[in-house]
């Protein structure tokens, strides 16, 4: 599988494109108005212990304070070896490896008004503030150093039990006596021991710094940020395993080049400089697969549709079989089998280029034959088995449902590119003209029994102004007797389609919120 590297930068915003077999399979990007904070280090000040949901909420300075479980507090050390890095690319440590034992109560270990420090896992999502860690660990190419933890951990993505073996005695062996514990990262699979050294040392340099610069200071402050996107980038994906790394600006691609050279010199063959006429995102097709994961409804080659419709709580994704009937209609189980199995590898696809996380509930085509869903279910976890995210997907239940997982540590793409829309109020739907014309009659009924108004100008969308002229040319007329008002209709090409505004007087003084429900 041939798998490539775009970058795309400059000094408004950067964006960052992984493909795989030249299609596109992840996007990420950063502006500097996105006030990032996932992996900065803060000096905080516990807010509020609150014993009943075993939680705090310390103030970082950022506006909205963070959440901080009991879980993540230094009680004891990790027990994953997944990576952990400030980027949220790796795996951070949080509430779901303490679940099977009983943690001690959070009272007794943080108090109002004390100063901790923090490190961010999880980016302020909707009206929740971010998620806080007292774990804190600092990624580096090859290693991932945990300054209160005490022991060393391989990526479980390096499966050779020899290799993990020496691996993990390299690392136990330039770690000096109570100085925290280590993670080698994939990355690090065939680092020398000079190279592991070399970055043990200067990881433990930054933690240094780290706790001069938060002893100098008063909380809330931040203490150390995390490197920014294309940075956390190459440092944390950019190896061997990538044939090529394609950058579109002169200053991104001297910075990668240097920092390749320093880390891996080897690769620095890799890296191009992209200067062709064409964009580089256009010319790999990036812009427009962008554009298609805002959409509601994915088409399936084999003329089936996805429908994605992501809500506060959950994501649902509804699986359809579209026009596609099968090889033969004797055997409609086949079909939905074959569907559903091409679903799963686009349900897999899609999650990872929306970068959607949280609960996800994805209703398959019913199948029969409980040997297919287990099909489903295996197509489905080998194919999210490629994605940097942790995921998890239950047994397809009786109702044909797949309730998942999927590590979430920052907004989606969706609600990062996007706004509430002002017509609809996000829900994707308006009132239609005839819904209207009845909140524009009920308005003015109300208008009318006040007493207070003698003349009314009704301006409307140009479609309800159609709706009553063909529909119910009559309806001025009725109103003008029931409400012993003057009333005159204008349309409005600028007016939203479910809008309407009541100009009363000659004047023309707007009294809609006076008399609207």
Request: glycine fraction near 8%.
């Amino acid at each position: 599988m041939g798998r490539e590297i775009l970058v795309s930068a400059n000094p408004q915003e950067a964006w960052v494109a992984l493909l795989e077999d030249k299609k596109l399979v992840e996007i990420m990007f950063d502006r500097p108005d996105q006030d990032r904070i996932l992996g900065d280090i803060f000096l905080g000040k516990v807010d509020a212990v609150l014993p009943g949901i075993q939680a705090a909420f310390v103030d970082i300075g950022t506006g909205k304070a963070g959440f901080l479980h009991v879980s993540d507090l230094n009680l004891d050390e990790d027990e994953d070896d997944d990576e952990s890095n400030g980027n949220g690319n790796g795996k951070g440590r949080g509430r779901g490896s303490h679940r099977n034992r009983k943690l001690p109560p959070i009272q007794d270990h943080i108090k109002k008004g004390q100063e901790i420090l923090v490190q961010v896992t999880k980016e302020s999502i909707s009206t929740k503030g971010p998620r806080l860690t007292a774990q804190v660990s600092l990624p580096g190419r090859f290693l991932v150093y945990m300054p209160y933890a005490s022991r060393v951990g391989v990526s479980r993505k390096i499966e050779g039990r020899d290799q993990r073996t020496k691996l993990r005695k390299m690392a136990q062996k330039i770690l000096p006596d109570n100085s925290g514990g280590l993670i080698v990262r994939t990355v690090g699979e065939e680092v020398t021991p000079e190279k592991l050294e070399h970055e043990f040392k200067r990881l433990h340099e930054r933690w240094t710094k780290i706790q001069g610069d938060a002893n100098a200071r008063s909380a809330p402050a931040l203490v150390h940020r995390e490197a920014t996107l294309i940075s956390g980038v190459i440092r944390d994906l950019f190896s061997d395993k990538f044939e090529a790394l394609r950058v579109d600006s002169q200053a991104p691609y001297d910075e990668i080049v240097e920092y390749v050279q320093s880390v891996d010199p080897d690769l620095l063959s890799r890296v191009h400089l992209h200067e062709g006429p064409i964009p580089l995102f256009d010319l790999y097709g990036v812009e427009e697969e962008i554009q298609k994961a805002f959409r509601r409804s994915v088409t399936l080659k084999s003329g089936g549709t996805l429908v994605i419709e992501p809500t506060e709580a959950l994501v649902s994704i509804d699986v359809n079989t579209g026009r596609f009937t099968g090889k033969g209609k004797k055997d409609p189980e086949q079909t939905i089998l074959s569907t559903n199995l091409e679903a799963a590898r686009e349900i897999a696809k899609q999650l990872r280029l929306r970068d959607v996380g949280g609960i996800i509930v994805v209703d398959f085509i019913d199948m029969e034959s409980q040997e297919n869903r287990d099909k489903v279910v295996r197509e489905l976890r080998s194919h999210l088995a490629n994605d940097r995210a942790r995921t998890k997907a239950f047994e397809v239940s009786n109702l044909g449902l797949i309730e998942m997982t999927r590590q979430r540590v920052r907004p989606s793409l969706f609600n990062s590119l996007t706004a509430i829309c002002t017509s609809c109020g996000g829900i994707g739907r308006v009132y239609t003209p005839a819904t209207v014309v009845r909140q524009i009659e009920r308005t003015l009924t109300r208008a009318g029994a006040s007493k207070e108004e003698k003349s009314i100008v009704v301006r409307v969308h140009p479609e309800v102004a159609l709706r009553v002229i063909e529909e119910e040319p009559g309806l001025l007329k009725r109103l003008r007797s029931g409400t012993r008002m003057e009333l005159e209709m204008r349309d409005d090409p600028l007016m939203r389609l479910d809008e309407f505004r009541l100009l009363s007087g000659p004047a023309e003084t707007d009294v809609t919120d006076k008399y609207a429900a």
